[in-house]
């Protein structure tokens, strides 16, 4: 089970990538459409005063039972862990032991 921290702390930068998602894509194509040297780098320069957490880069997929941050399956959205017990109980429909 992840910290209970790193959840509230994951859950905060969702809420902030929605929050300036609007603003950052307008930024975005300003900086592709601008011809001009200066104003793409006045434009960078308004990019890099957001905060660090709005970047869609920084948000991780967790597993959403555990919190778990590594190997999740996006399909399911938990852990291996999780799939693997889930799936040899019966409980995921659809799923099956692989035999060849």
Same mark, same amino acid.
């Given at each position: +089970?992840?910290r *209970?921290?790193?959840?509230?702390?994951?859950?905060?930068?969702?809420?902030?990538? *929605?929050?300036?998602? #609007?603003?950052?894509?307008?930024? *975005? #194509? #300003?900086?592709?459409?601008?011809?001009?040297?200066?104003?793409?780098? $006045?434009? $960078?320069?308004?990019? $890099?005063?957001?905060p660090?957490d =709005?970047?869609?880069?920084?948000?991780?997929?967790?597993? =959403? @039972?555990?919190?778990?941050?590594?190997?999740?399956?996006? #399909?399911?959205?938990?852990?291996?862990h999780?799939?693997?017990?889930?799936?040899?109980n !019966? +409980?995921?429909? !659809? @799923?099956?032991?692989a =035999?060849?």
């Amino acid at each position: +089970m992840a910290r *209970k921290s790193l959840i509230a702390k994951e859950n905060h930068r969702k809420t902030s990538i *929605k929050r300036y998602n #609007q603003a950052r894509l307008w930024l *975005k #194509q #300003q900086i592709q459409r601008s011809s001009s040297y200066k104003t793409r780098v $006045q434009l $960078q320069g308004l990019l $890099q005063e957001f905060p660090r957490d =709005s970047s869609p880069t920084r948000l991780t997929r967790r597993c =959403s @039972v555990t919190g778990r941050p590594k190997a999740v399956y996006r #399909q399911f959205g938990m852990s291996r862990h999780l799939v693997r017990e889930l799936a040899h109980n !019966g +409980m995921l429909p !659809g @799923v099956r032991k692989a =035999s060849w």
